[in-house]
């Protein structure tokens, strides 16, 4: 409410004083230019028309200039910046941004439910020998896992460019795993990478089952 009232003073002060600076000036034109041509000099009126033409010409030139220049600077401001930085605004201004920022974070985080409190689908169930997975992420994680057994064991490198399907054929080819095994490890894997659909427990038991016999297959012992 004050910032309000103090942007608008501010605003009526300049528009007044721009306002009688014109009139100022105005005056001062007249006065010379009738006291010129009153006493003949002719010349005088000519020099005196011109001086305030020129003058009032630049003048909007330049005020033009300036204006074109600040609108070009604000479009070149980043659209997804927000001016909410301590450096950006008063002290009192940003403590209130920042304290309720905290405020409405607080009160998500105490809305949201936690896998602890209920059950969610795609986690493990509270007080299970699954509490607190989330089966999709724990699913995504065991390639990192044939991939380690796989060089540790067989000396079979994945290399950078190859996908997880790629490397799967890859050790097909070198006859380290089954097809048939590999193939469903990574229907698997890619269901529970790229699709919206959670994984039901029962899901996830199946596949830890059959990732560990892929892991076997590559020589892990269990150490």
Known sequence: MVAGVGDCLYTSSLFILTFLT?????????????????RGYY??????????FLTGFVTVLLGWCRLNH?????????????PIKQNDL????????????KHVSMIA???????????????????SDYDEIHFKSSMIDTFSLIEQNALKNLSLKRLPSMSVQRYIDFLIEHRAIDRGLGHAYVECYERARFSEDEI?????????????QLLRRLGYNGD
């Not at 010349?43 to 305030?52: E, K, L, T």
């Not at 008063?90 to 920022?101: A, H, K, Q, R, Y």
């Not at 039901?200 to 560990?212: C, G, P």
């Open 22 to 38: 014109i009139i100022a000036l105005g005056i001062s034109a007249y006065d010379i230019i009738y006291n010129a041509k009153t």
């Open 200 to 212: 039901s427990q029962e899901q996830y038991t199946e596949f830890m089952k059959l990732v560990l």
């Open 43 to 52: 010349p005088y009126v000519y020099i005196a028309s011109g001086s305030y």
């Open 109 to 127: 985080w105490t809305s949201e439910p936690k896998p602890e409190d209920v059950d969610l689908p795609g986690w493990g169930r509270p007080g």
């Open 70 to 82: 600040v609108k070009k600077a604000l479009a070149n401001i980043p659209k997804p910046y927000m």
């Open 90 to 101: 008063p002290n009192s201004v940003f403590n209130l941004i920042t304290d309720e920022l």
